[in-house]
């Protein structure tokens, strides 16, 4: 497809699990975001990859949370011991450097 | 420390006439100044944005005005139709150079607009 794909769309795990979550942006795009936005928020940003430079993890909440890239492809947002407060959606999105980011649909995370 | 404010968090319009949504910033360091539109279950699309050496960008029935002094946005529609109906976030960014270009979202306004 054109646009960036994340998997799963939903996920409902429990409290203390590892969940992955993966992104796969639109192809050629060397920026990769994760956001997440938790109910009734707005949307808050994680974690950064730009080509081959260190990537900007100001964002992250928490060492429970990690994010690789493979190149300039997919992506994986790596929650570990998952708490309730995690649940969210999070949001992966692709650009061009210095372009409009284009956004995926979201995996909704749910932490029973 | 909130750097984006969308002190609005839903605004109901009449069809036909215009909404107007704002936003306030307190970071100077702000290159560029997007909407975007979300609609329930789908991630956010880019709507317009506009530099910030600009006050105005106008693209169809969307306009973006940018208050520097103020550190204030708006974005105008008009007319408004029922398909506007979502939630409309602010989204300043910084450049790749000094910021990264991530975006800094607003906590959104959410736009009904009623036939």
């Known amino acids: 497809g054109a646009g960036v794909s994340q998997s799963p769309s939903n996920k409902v795990t429990e409290k203390g699990k590892d969940v992955e979550l993966r992104c796969d942006p639109i192809s050629g795009h060397t920026a990769l975001y994760w956001y997440r936005q938790r109910l009734g928020q707005g949307l808050e940003f994680l974690i950064y990859f730009q080509g081959n430079s260190a990537p900007d993890k100001s964002g992250l909440p928490s060492d429970r949370f990690s994010a690789e890239r493979t190149g300039e492809s997919v992506s994986t947002l790596t929650i570990q011991r998952t708490q309730q407060e995690d649940s969210a959606v999070y949001l992966c999105?692709?650009?061009?450097?210095?372009?409009?980011?284009?956004f995926g649909p979201g995996t909704r995370l749910t932490v029973l | 420390d909130q750097q984006v404010k969308q002190n609005s968090p839903s605004l109901s319009v009449q069809e036909g006439r215009i909404s107007i949504l704002n936003c306030d910033y307190t970071?100077?360091?702000?290159?560029?100044f997007l909407w975007y539109k979300k609609y329930p279950a789908e991630g956010p699309t880019f709507l317009i944005s506009i530099s910030s050496i600009k006050d105005k960008n106008e693209d169809g029935r969307f306009t973006v005005f940018l208050n520097k002094s103020a550190k204030h946005l708006s974005l105008h529609i008009v007319p408004s139709q029922p398909g506007d109906s979502a939630v409309y976030f602010c989204a300043p960014k910084g450049s790749f150079y000094n910021q990264g270009g991530k975006l800094i979202f607003g906590q959104g306004t959410e736009l009904s607009v009623k036939p």
């Open positions: 970071n100077s360091m702000f290159d560029y």
């Open positions: 999105a692709s650009s061009m450097l210095e372009s409009e980011q284009f």
